[in-house]
């Protein structure tokens, strides 16, 4: 048993030293990720389909809501923003994205806080509850999440060609199978 986790671990090691996100120079693994993450969520409460995975996320209506009074109120001396485009946005609660990353409050405020000093996101208080801290993705964001992904998308295409297909499918059906037991281990 000893071999097999030492090579598990290796190439678990082996798979991180690539460290693809050095294809995206303007943004941390945390970053991407939870910028990916508010857009999945932003997805999931209009009309649009989504391509991703959030079917798999936990947030509660309650959790997003559409922000354009908290948006108004903190873009009111910015001019690039609308009104207009300040209603069709939506917000989601930092404590959402806490509960949902499962990540320690820290890390969270941590990254959010370096979007926020980038432009990508927007943090305030919310108006209805100011326990509450709202976000949401800016144009720029969009814009930056949008391409990162066709950036990722592009490499992954290639290692998929590569790997093959029906290869990465069986090493993602794995993964996921060893995610549930461990998770099941670990309760």
Not at 71 to 94: H, L, P
Not at 112 to 131: A, N, Y
Not at 139 to 158: D, P, Q, V, W, Y
């Amino acid at each position: 048993m000893e071999n097999k986790l030492l090579s598990f671990i290796s190439i678990i090691k082996e798979i991180r030293k690539a460290d693809i996100f050095r294809l995206i120079p303007n943004l941390s693994m945390e970053e991407f990720a939870l910028l990916n993450m508010m857009q999945s969520l932003f997805t999931l409460t209009s009309d649009q389909p989504s391509m991703d995975h959030s079917e798999d996320l936990e947030i509660s209506p309650e959790d997003t809501e559409n922000c354009s009074e908290s948006r108004q109120n903190q873009q009111e001396n910015e001019e690039d923003v609308s009104k207009e485009a300040a209603e069709e946005k939506q917000c989601i609660k930092v404590s959402a994205l806490v509960k949902e990353l499962g990540a320690p409050p820290s890390v969270v405020s941590r990254t959010l806080r370096s979007l926020d000093k980038k432009g990508l996101i927007t943090r305030t208080v919310d108006e209805h509850d100011r326990r509450n801290v709202l976000v949401w993705i800016t144009e720029e964001g969009e814009k930056t999440i949008n391409e990162a992904n066709a950036i990722m998308e592009e490499c992954l295409s290639r290692v998929f060609a590569d790997v093959g297909e029906d290869n990465m499918r069986q090493l993602m059906s794995t993964i996921k199978k060893l995610q549930e037991s461990l998770n099941r281990e670990m309760d």
